[in-house]
């Protein structure tokens, strides 16, 4: 599958050879070319197939390391258990990020930007680096390519957003790609003559393209822009510096280029904002350090683009500036794509098979089962897994109590007790999801403590928090709070979702998140909820009462990157379904990745407005990930809801983890779950066959 799209042109696929960039520095007469030099970082060296950048014409390379960090003021206190305190103000940092950039023309003059991002890191826990991201610009599309050079699939849900970030900046072609990293000394004078045929929106350092300061200091030059705000309701915009932050924010860019020869080079960019939404006030600030920057210059090529720009005078925007202009109107939902399948894990594309068809009821020598559910939740969460395992094992007694989720955790165990008696069989295998773990554990030692340890074959706990859940130390009203805060940013000056990536990502957390997340939170109504809670009496004694049965734990460990967006999308999907978590979050990935690529076209092409959006969107999503990370997680593996150290079931018999799992409200229903059930029922409990 293509992972190419284009808002309203046809799909471009990218092709060419591997091609350095020749490196040069501009002395006093044209430039000449040096030796070829591979400046990318050893984590690109794998083949990858470059889009072909003429290179006799003007190109640049860069190598670029990204600083984040940001912070959040919440107007509701939330649980930080960093600090394990409560607090309204949470802050956030990410390791720099290590980019290669290069940038030329085609044969047919049009823009070529090859944009590589290194893996965001290792996983200290589980010793996994992310997928290198590189990504291959072509006009207003790109491509995601993987370490080995192979395409990145990307699968589109079915109602989200099928075009790419970069068609917000709208055609690229005949642009001058050196504009926003090298200067010339003589343009740094604004009474010196500029060219002939250069228009203002080609000229860094034009009032036009937002160069609202420009200072010398020694070898520096230092290009400030400031972002007019808009007053909206929403709190979506960004304001300029000094302005009345009731607009929505404020935020400004600071371009520090130093001099070489008669050139100045960009050596930093500096984006600092200020975002208000009606619940909490977010900072931001990334740092963007260049190094190793290599150029060649063409005269004759850019006097023959400068000709065609001006032949076609000022550009007529293709999208209203998002930063100026206000909210753009709706845009009308695209033709979505059809050919839709499910990337299984080794990154094959084959749709998962449906789960088999109820079976007829197991002969009574099988194995007595029970399957609980956890909170919030009822029989049902069974009818995909039961199906599965009833193919496969025969059971005997089959049960899937509904315990009345909301109520005390003790008084479950009791009815659970209760149901299980009313069968009058014996040699039960409890299997109970998230708080059903405990529930189940309950039941096998009050059997215990009556002496009747016959009644119990097992007990296997699927993403339980045996220690508690951190999320259950929030008020449910502050996690929709904060969570509605974040949409509210990202959703900002939409009137559809169908308006951007951003917009569309916006309205998941907005419409989803108080069914998924919020419900694992505390909530006085629900007595569940303090037996959740880390520490909680219930969970201190069920852990210190000796239990002489066998016990499994199953823990599912997912990628942590844009984990909420896998929650949401498996809270209402099955997790390989098209608009399941895995493909929600490859899905925001990409998205993700075009919003870096956009910002960084941006700022070669001098629209410091759309640099600063497209950067800020995806600032959006690294605060909300970090954010929720800090809520639910920090420094920890995870499901999205209980931290990965809470999963591992005390003084187990056997711990089955699952790397790179599904979250918590897909493992009921997750094939990687159904495989380390089976594996346990085989191995620990010896559960006859079919």
């Given amino acids: 599958m293509r992972s190419t799209f284009r808002l309203a042109r046809p799909l471009v696929p990218l092709a060419g050879a591997a091609a350095l960039l020749l490196g040069c520095q501009d002395g006093s007469g044209p430039s000449s070319p040096v030796d070829p030099v591979d400046v990318r ?3 690109f060296s794998a083949p990858v197939a470059f889009e072909a950048i003429d290179q006799g014409d003007t190109h640049l390379s860069m190598e670029v390391t990204a600083y984040n960090s940001g912070s959040v003021t919440l107007q509701e206190p939330v649980y930080d258990p960093v600090t394990g305190q409560q607090t309204t103000s949470v802050s956030f940092s990410a390791p720099p990020e290590q980019l290669y950039i290069e940038s030329g023309y085609d044969g047919f003059d049009r ?11 290792v996983d200290p826990q589980l010793g996994i680096a992310e997928d290198v991201r590189t990504i291959r610009s072509t006009g207003s599309s790109f491509t995601e390519y993987d370490a080995a050079g192979q395409t990145v699939p990307v699968v589109i849900p079915p109602d989200a957003v099928p075009f790419s970030p970069l068609t917000e900046i709208g055609s690229l072609d005949n642009a001058a790609i050196t504009s926003g990293v090298i200067i010339d000394e003589a343009s740094v004078d604004p009474n010196a003559p500029r060219p002939a045929g250069m228009l203002p929106e080609d000229d860094p350092l034009s009032p036009a393209n937002g160069a609202h300061g420009v200072e010398r200091r020694q070898d520096l030059l230092l290009v400030t822009t400031s972002f007019p705000g808009r007053a909206s309701a ?9 302005e009345d932050p009731g607009e929505g924010g404020r935020g400004k860019m600071v371009r520090t280029f130093r001099r070489q020869g ?8 500096d984006f600092a904002m200020e975002t208000r939404t009606p619940g909490a006030v977010f900072q931001s600030r990334q740092t963007l350090r260049v190094r190793k920057v290599r150029w060649h210059e063409d005269p004759e090529g850019e006097e023959r683009r400068r000709g065609r720009r001006a032949a076609r005078g000022v550009r007529p925007p293709t999208a209203p500036d998002p930063v100026s202009a206000g909210k753009r109107p709706p845009r009308e939902p695209e033709v979505q794509p059809t050919a839709i399948c499910a990337p299984d894990q080794t990154g ?8 088999p068809p109820p079976t007829s009821p197991a002969p009574a020598t099988g194995q007595n089962i029970v399957f609980q559910h956890g909170i919030l939740s009822g029989p049902d969460t069974w009818d995909r897994m039961d199906p599965w395992l009833s193919a496969e094992f025969r059971f005997g007694t089959k049960r899937k109590p509904d315990t009345g989720s909301e109520s005390g955790l003790s008084v479950q165990a009791g009815r659970l007790k209760a149901d299980v008696d009313a069968t009058a069989q014996n040699n039960f295998l409890f299997v109970g999801h998230s708080q059903g773990g405990l529930i189940s554990r309950d039941v096998a030692q009050r059997y215990v403590a009556a002496g009747r340890p016959d009644m119990v074959r097992g007990v296997v706990t699927i993403g339980t928090p045996h220690q508690g859940a951190y999320l259950a130390r929030n008020p449910k009203s502050a996690v929709d709070n904060a969570l509605g805060s974040h949409a509210a940013r990202l959703f900002g000056g939409c009137f559809s979702r169908y308006m951007s990536v951003g ?4 309205d998941q957390i907005a419409t989803r998140a108080a069914g998924a997340v919020s419900r694992h939170a505390f909530d006085q109504a629900v007595p569940a909820s303090s037996d959740l809670r880390p520490a909680s009496p219930y969970t201190v004694q069920l852990n210190s009462t000796y239990e002489p049965f066998t016990r499994v734990g199953i823990q599912s460990y997912a990628d942590k990157r844009f984990v909420l967006m896998r929650v949401l999308a498996d809270f209402k999907s099955n997790p390989e379904d098209g608009f399941g978590g895995r493909n929600v979050v490859r899905y925001t990935k990409w998205a993700y990745n075009g ?8 700022i070669f092409v001098v629209r410091p407005g759309w640099a ?6 995806a600032r959006n999503l690294d605060d909300l990930d970090r954010f929720y990370d800090r809520l639910t997680a920090p420094g920890d593996r995870t499901d999205g809801i209980v931290q990965g150290s809470s999963q591992v079931y005390p003084n187990a018999s056997r711990q089955y983890p699952i790397h790179l799992g599904d979250s918590h409200v897909g493992e009921n229903k997750s094939d990687k779950t159904r495989g380390s059930l089976s594996q346990a029922f085989r191995e620990m409990f010896a559960v006859p066959l079919r």
Wanted: net charge neutral.
């Fill in 348 to 355: 094959g594309c084959t749709p998962a098979p449906e789960p």
């Fill in 612 to 617: 600063a959006w497209c950067i800020a969107r």
């Fill in 111 to 121: 823009v070529r930007v090859n944009h590589y991002r290194a893996p965001d890191g």
């Fill in 503 to 506: 917009c569309w990502i916006g």
């Fill in 234 to 242: 929403d709190g979506g915009g960004v304001a300029a510096l000094g």
């Fill in 262 to 269: 008669r050139k100045y080079v960009l050596e930093e960019v």
């Fill in 41 to 43: 970082p050893s984590a």
């Fill in 595 to 602: 919003f870096w690529a956009c910002g960084v076209v941006s």
